[in-house]
């Protein structure tokens, strides 16, 4: 069954800790917490003392993507927070071979985070380091974007890729109902959503609508 990763870009930001509480008990499988640093991306949300702080607050595993220019120095910090996954953008790495290295020297699962434009071809040569592929199907930056359909190919194009290696792939961005039911017919194994999670109030069967 797919796993489902709720955005906690769509909550309130004045009650994280509830709202993460309230996504664990909804059935969520981990939280997906959108680092972005006005740099990389316009948009500014997160820092690791953030993480920290609501790290007390459920056991679900903290799925960290990290939209932010060179990422070296923020993995440690991340890691120490309570990261278990730790997703940087292929685009956004100089070295991104030893970058994806040192995320499991510092003890958190390996993820690369692949925007609309980027080809499948970018992490071909890094498959052994990773445990999580993350398709964007939107430009990072903001919730509530419409899904980018020509990332399905995308999907499929990783899942033959990968072949039999443990490796699991997320998408992230516009996944409401009708967009899931393609993502995870392409191969998906992780759906991240914010808006469709959080919209009416009722994320346990938002939650399971996507699933
Ligand atoms: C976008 C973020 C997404 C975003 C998804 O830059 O990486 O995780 O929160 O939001 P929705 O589900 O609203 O598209
Ligand atoms: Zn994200």
Redesign the pocket.
Known sequence: MVKIAP????ADFANLGKEIKALEEAGADMI?I?V?DGHY?P?LTFGAAVVKALRPYTKLPFDV?L?VKDPDKMIPWFAKAGADIITVHAEACSHLDKTLMSIKEYGAKVGV?LNPATSEETIRYVLDRLDQI?V??????????T?IDSQLEKISNIKQMIGDKAIEIEV?????PMTAAECIAAGADIL???????VGGDYKKNINGLR
């Open positions: 955005s906690i870009l769509s997906h959108d972005m991306v948009n993507h939209m985070s993350l964007m199907s939107v430009n990072p930056g903001f919730g509530g974007q899904f992230d961005g516009g996944i409401n991240v959503a914010g808006s469709s999670i959080f």
